[in-house]
């Protein structure tokens, strides 16, 4: 069951912070943070793991909530280059099969 | 310079033809991904394959098909079966296998257009 990412599309201007939701049907293992720009590769932000344990870049902060199932990316003070297509993946079980489903997206664009 | 690279960056198919997408990393990664990606869309996932010689099938596998012979290598061919392959097409890998701790490089990233 692919996992409901929220919401769809935000517009800031540069300074202004954002939060992007991602939440599942089912229990969750790990949950995954990426960015795309338009025609080029997703760009691993961060993982987060049951039990508290995450690891990615500094100055992405993100949470993970167990029992709602959700994860949610924190962008402060948004700079132009945070522009983009944010997707979560998420890893279910055990988490042993290395195999994630990808929320819808969300579009983030930062304004001068 | 470490990395994915995908071959070609652009290719058009007829109907009817059979098409094979390459993939090659070079970073020693066990775990290798397709994807699938439509325009305003997430990513959904066709084969993976943990260890050479082993793949699983994704959450869209019919009309695909893989191979990994190769630590380094996981083609994907696109066969005739594949309705409507027009497509972004995402190979991804992750160091380990058998785990979803590891964050998953991806490359650039193949456009496919069936003419």
């Known amino acids: 069951q692919q996992p409901v990412q929220s919401p769809q599309a935000v517009i800031l201007r540069e300074g202004e912070d954002a939060v992007i939701n991602c939440s599942s049907s089912k229990a969750l293992y790990s949950v995954h943070w990426y960015r795309q720009k338009h025609g080029e590769a997703p760009v691993f932000l961060m993982i987060l793991l049951k039990g508290g344990e995450q690891k990615g870049h500094e100055k992405i902060s993100a949470s993970f909530n167990e029992k709602k199932q959700q994860s949610s990316l924190y962008l402060t003070a948004s700079q132009l280059s945070y522009s983009g297509t944010y997707f979560c993946g998420t890893a279910h079980g055990s988490g042993n099969t290395g195999k994630l489903i990808f929320g819808q997206g969300t579009t983030l664009q930062v304004k001068p | 310079d470490g990395g994915i690279t995908q071959s070609p960056k652009y290719l058009f198919r007829k109907e009817g033809q059979n098409v094979t997408l390459s993939c090659e990393q070079n970073l020693n990664h066990d775990a290798m991904y397709w994807y699938r990606q439509d325009p305003g869309q997430g990513l959904r996932l066709i084969y993976y394959?943990?260890?050479?010689?082993?793949?699983q099938k994704g959450d869209i596998a019919e009309g695909y098909s893989v191979s990994r012979e190769k630590k380094e290598s996981f083609p994907l061919t696109v066969t005739s079966a594949q309705k409507n392959p027009t497509a972004f097409y995402l190979c991804?890998?992750?160091?380990?296998?058998?785990?979803?701790?590891?964050?998953?490089?991806f490359g650039p990233g193949t456009r496919l257009t069936v003419l």
């Open positions: 991804a890998s992750s160091i380990e296998a058998f785990s979803s701790y590891n964050e998953q490089f």
């Open positions: 394959s943990q260890i050479v010689n082993d793949f």
